[in-house]
């Protein structure tokens, strides 16, 4: 019984002090990243005024592996290699709108010169931005709006123009009559819901006689894409253009059209232009798609940032803007799509250095 | 078909052999295949020109299963010996963009090649996925939903790396022709797959020495070790078993699309969670039921296509698909009662 005591005695000591060293660096962990934050914090290189040496931008987004992001990236590394800028790109795998705040907070607590945001919904910024802003750090947001628009500019593409020749190519395909079906991404996502809330009431206006359904959500999902597809073919004998907002929508509703051997009845049109979407263009299993210019945009904000940080360095408030930039897009067909014009609206899977 | 090791002290006890009716008011399987017939009736009926009991709309309710169907089974027998698997999903993933970037490499070799080097890429890497999970649960003695948790964590980082980030693309459009899209009299062949291993599972469950440890080892791990049952060793192999059938409907996958899908497929765990346990696989385990997986399984398929087919609004969809949820679970308690039997057999 005593020599049980002792090893009892001997595991809790054992316990207390592997706790006790647990707790020993957990606390100098903590203690390290609250100096790095204080350090990091006041170590903005542009304060001088004017000064552009060493800057570090951050630049966040969500589904960073997604290509529309991974092009963003590439756009606004090449930008920040040419004039000198330590970038980093950073934020959540997935589509999680809390986590990417949570990311940039995270990035702005490190004390960058500027920040660039890809918002994957626009809503919930106002208490990351804002306080940068009035710190001096400018922050520019691409691809998404911000609300309220806390950003120095925005960077984006206009989705009504883009409608356009949506509006032209859905009206050729189905002569100005039948039902088009809509496979969208998530609801309460405004960067996917943007791809149709122009779109829809112009088709409706320039044919009245085309019946619009209303959106099905498949998440991403290729397999809930198909699904929905499918069943859209099989419920709606007048079916004619399935518009599918983006690549795993467009890849899962291809899949279902060319399953059903409904390719003659029912042709495919999306949003985006990532390289599946490239490949069913070629085999013409997608009749035309949305290509925007993710690289354009982030190289532009890159640029801004920049500038402004050249002309006024970052010892006063940065204005905030409420103007758009639009960035430019192209409808891409099978027709177009291997021309020199198309290839710029065509999305990247990795950048240079990479 | 559905096989239960512990006695229902709670039903009533009689002499006489109850009748064929009254054994199918109180089959576990029964209500939830009643659900269903009621769903396709009622889908069949209000679908224009009947199209939802049409050949073409059977065959997408076949394909749309068929992945279902075999994280289902996965699940069910993790679940029958008492353990989870969340990363299922996850596994299949990353099945899949190996089995993805190897039928690219393939692709010049012609279809026979890119099917047993893809598949094998991918039924290698679901077991490997299978034996890791099963190595911490009874290694390391890590519980398995939390093991799970962190390995769907890793699994799919891995396959972010494997991948670049980005979906693989490139795939052979001959393994969706030949294999995803492709139909054995009329019989998309992806179903064929998953119903034949669903076919195998049943017999495993009621023939095999094996199928019995499983739902041995989920009614009470105490009682099957001192029974003398290499649990840890069994336990560890059905999870590389069951990392091997996510590892086959990741190269499924790839032969629907021609392309990987790494942002999706984050709910597909649960949903094979969900259609095991709807059709009468217990949580707690020691109760597996294949034929219910297999109508819990049509009972999403055919939710998932029917209100679409008769043209429901997504929002009210997601209502309605929670409430016959709650409608089918009930039924499956209700029949279970006395009232019920009596009202039933009146």
């Known amino acids: 019984m005593s020599q049980l005591t002792s090893l009892f005695t001997r595991s809790t000591r054992r316990k207390v002090a592997s706790a006790a060293v647990a707790t020993i660096a957990l606390t100098g962990l903590l203690a390290g990243c609250a100096s790095g934050d204080t350090d990091s914090g006041s170590g903005s290189s542009a304060d001088s005024g004017g000064s552009t040496e060493d800057l570090r931008f951050i630049y966040i987004a969500a589904l960073i592996n997604d290509s529309f992001f991974v092009t963003q990236r590439c756009g606004a590394e090449d930008k920040a290699r040419e004039l000198g800028i330590d970038l980093a790109f950073q934020g959540p795998t997935t589509n999680d709108a809390a986590a990417e705040i949570k990311a940039f907070s995270a990035a702005a607590a490190t004390g960058p010169d500027g920040m660039i945001v890809a918002p994957f919904t626009n809503a919930g910024w106002g208490g990351s931005v804002k306080p940068l802003m009035q710190d001096g750090v400018p922050v520019v947001a691409t691809g998404q709006t911000l609300e309220p628009a806390d950003a120095m500019a925005t960077y984006i593409t206009d ?42 009431p112009a088709l409706e206006e320039e044919y009245p006689d085309l019946t619009i359904l209303d959106p099905e959500y498949a998440e991403n999902s290729s397999a809930t894409a198909s699904t929905i597809a499918s069943a859209l073919i099989t419920g709606n004998p007048d079916l004619k253009v399935i518009y599918a907002t983006s690549g795993p929508q467009a890849v899962g509703a291809a899949s279902a059209i060319k399953a059903a051997g409904a390719g003659d009845r029912v042709k495919l049109v999306s949003f985006d232009s990532n390289p599946e979407q490239i490949e069913l263009l070629k085999s013409g299993e997608l009749a035309a798609t949305v290509g925007q210019s993710p690289y354009e945009a982030a190289s532009l904000a890159v640029q801004t940032i920049y500038d402004y940080l050249s002309e006024n360095g970052s010892d006063e408030a940065v204005p905030a803007s409420d103007e758009i930039t639009p960035t430019p897009t192209l409808l891409l067909t099978p027709d177009n799509v291997e021309s020199d014009e198309a290839a710029t609206f065509q999305y990247m899977t990795e950048c240079e250095g990479d | 078909m559905s096989t239960v090791t512990k006695t229902r002290h709670d039903e009533t006890v009689s002499t006489r052999k109850p009748s064929a009716i009254k054994r199918l008011l109180t089959n576990n399987t029964f209500w939830i295949f009643a659900v269903d017939i009621v769903l396709i009736v009622f889908f069949t009926i209000v679908s224009i020109d009947n199209s939802f009991f049409g050949p073409s709309n059977l065959r997408n309710l076949m394909s749309d299963s068929a992945t279902a169907l075999l994280l289902g089974v996965a699940i069910a027998f993790l679940l029958g010996a008492g353990e989870f698997d969340i990363s299922l999903g996850a596994n299949l993933i990353l099945s899949s963009v190996v089995a993805g970037r190897i039928a690219v490499e393939l692709a010049p070799y012609g279809l026979a090649v890119i099917i047993v080097g893809s598949l094998a890429g991918a039924l290698v890497t679901g077991m490997v996925i299978g034996l890791f999970n099963g190595l911490i649960v009874t290694r390391m003695n890590v519980n398995s939903l939390i093991a799970t948790l962190a390995s769907l964590g890793i699994v799919t980082g891995v396959a972010f790396i494997v991948s670049s980030g980005t979906d693989v693309t490139g795939i052979p459009p001959v393994l969706q022709d030949g294999v995803g899209l492709n139909t ?43 029974a003398g049952l290499r649990t840890k060793a069994k336990i560890t192999t059905l999870f590389t078993i069951c990392g091997g059938l996510a590892g086959v409907a990741g190269f499924i996958d790839i032969t629907r699309f021609a392309a990987t899908n790494i942002a999706g497929h984050t709910q597909d765990s649960l949903s094979a969670i969900t259609a095991a346990v709807i059709g009468g696989t217990l949580l707690a385990g020691g109760v597996i039921s294949i034929l219910g997986l297999l109508g819990g399984v049509i009972l999403a398929v055919i939710l998932a296509n029917g209100l679409i087919v008769i043209g429901v609004s997504s929002y009210y969809q997601l209502i309605i698909v929670g409430a016959i949820l709650i409608i089918a679970v009930w039924l499956d308690h209700f029949k279970k009662g006395e009232k019920s039997l009596r009202l039933f057999t009146r």
Do not use: C, Q
Request: charged share 20%; no cysteine; glycine share 10%.
């Open chain 1, 159 to 200: 989705y009504l123009e883009s409608a356009e020749p949506l509006v032209d190519i859905i009206g050729e395909l189905t002569e100005g009559e039948g039902t088009v079906g809509l496979i969208a991404t998530s609801t309460g996502n405004k960067t996917d819901s943007d791809r149709y809330t122009e779109l829809v």
């Open chain 2, 184 to 226: 054995v009299f009329g019989i998309p062949l992806p179903f064929l797959v998953a119903i034949v291993i669903w076919g195998l599972a049943w017999a495993a469950l009621k023939y095999t020495r094996f199928g019995l440890h499983v739902l041995a080892m989920g009614s009470s791990r105490t009682a099957a070790d001192r």
